[in-house]
């Protein structure tokens, strides 16, 4: 059975930091592309980060250089560092995991977490 587990949600003032944590199992999570995505009140989710199997980083314009995807293969766990939290990355936030791929687009992702809150008060 696939489980993702995201965890560290929570409250922090704007310029500060916050790290997220995906523990997963039940596939191969080695080869496996990695992808954060978020989704704020009344939008759409939208991509984040995301790490492959080489350790290929991706990321998102509105993060590029605040935030940093990182894993742990024999944890099998993603990480996601958040420094210089704005009010704007206030969304619940998703872990993702897609076989043999890193794609930027959700709906190319096989697995998904359920989630964890992250917000960012002014």
């Known amino acids: 059975q696939v489980q993702l587990v995201e965890s560290g949600g929570g409250l922090v003032q704007a310029g500060g930091s916050l790290s997220l944590s995906c523990a997963a199992s039940?596939?191969?999570?080695?080869?496996?592309?990695m992808g954060w995505f978020r989704q704020a009140p009344g939008k759409e989710r939208e991509f984040v980060a995301a790490i492959g199997w080489s350790v290929r980083e991706l990321y998102s314009d509105s993060v590029k250089d605040r935030f940093t995807i990182s894993r742990d293969n024999a944890k099998n766990t993603v990480y996601l560092q958040m420094a210089g939290l704005k009010p704007e990355d206030t969304a619940v936030y998703y872990c993702?995991?897609?076989?043999?791929?890193?794609?930027?687009?959700?709906?190319?992702?096989?697995?998904w977490g359920q989630g964890t809150q992250v917000l960012v008060s002014s």
């Open positions: 993702a995991a897609k076989e043999l791929g890193v794609p930027t687009r959700a709906d190319e992702y096989d697995y």
């Open positions: 039940g596939f191969a999570f080695s080869i496996s592309g």
